[in-house]
Antibody
């Protein structure tokens, strides 16, 4: 069974940076499309970023130029570098992946990022 | 960019009743790219339906999806206590390459 374990969240000041990690215990990480999805407190789901198996990356307009998604297939780990953080980036960040880029068939437990002074 | 509008915002039903949730796209989309998720409080979302009508692994057959073009539906044929939750539809767009979620429908116990 695939399990995604996230780490790296916490409290950061506006303008600060943070790096989230997501370790995949499955055997097919390198073949999977991986995403970050976030959920602000009491709000709905917002897609943040997608990385293809080959490394191509895509971002929501709200984070483009500030966030960077990457993957290390040798470590079965997905990353999200968050820079120039704003209060509106406060959310639970989920990593999620799948065998296709069309939908997300497995999810991590979520990691809270709080941007506040 | 596609906008997904879910209705109603909240559905109040009793166990055993049928739930019908709507997801409307701002323009016609491929049915291959439409999925549904369930989310319970404090938990990550779980994939229910992909490709409009295919159930994900382990999803009971009381959950079904249908639709085409701009109108899609998730139906729960007889609500079980564990089905009271939030439900989101999601679309994958190929140009631009983005994923979009609807605003969600909460199914609550009446």
């Amino acid at each position: 069974e695939v399990q995604l374990v996230e780490s790296g969240g916490g409290l950061v000041q506006p303008g600060g940076s943070l790096r989230l990690s997501c370790a995949d215990s499955g055997f097919t990480f390198s073949n999977n499309y991986m995403n970050w999805v976030r959920q602000a407190p009491g709000k709905g789901l917002e897609w943040v970023s997608l990385i293809y198996t080959g490394g191509s990356t895509y971002y929501a307009d709200s984070v483009k130029g500030r966030f960077t998604i990457s993957r290390d297939n040798s470590k079965n780990t997905l990353y999200l570098q968050l820079n120039s953080l704003r209060a509106e980036d406060t959310a639970v960040y989920y990593c999620a992946g799948g065998v296709t880029r069309y939908y997300l068939d497995y999810w991590g437990q979520g990691n809270l990022v709080t941007v506040s002074s | 960019e596609i906008v997904l509008t879910q209705s109603p915002g909240t559905l109040s039903l009793s166990p055993g009743e049928r739930a019908t949730l709507s997801c409307r796209a701002s323009q016609s989309v491929s049915s291959s790219y439409l999925a549904w998720y369930q989310q319970k409080p404090g938990q990550a979302p779980r994939l229910l339906i992909y490709g409009t009508s295919s159930r994900a692994t382990g999803i009971p057959d009381r959950f079904s999806g249908s639709g085409s073009g701009t109108d899609f539906t998730l139906t729960i044929s007889g609500l079980e206590p564990e089905d009271f939750a939030l439900y989101y539809c999601q679309h994958y767009g190929s140009s631009p390459r983005v994923l979009t979620f609807g605003g969600g429908t909460k199914v609550e116990i009446k």
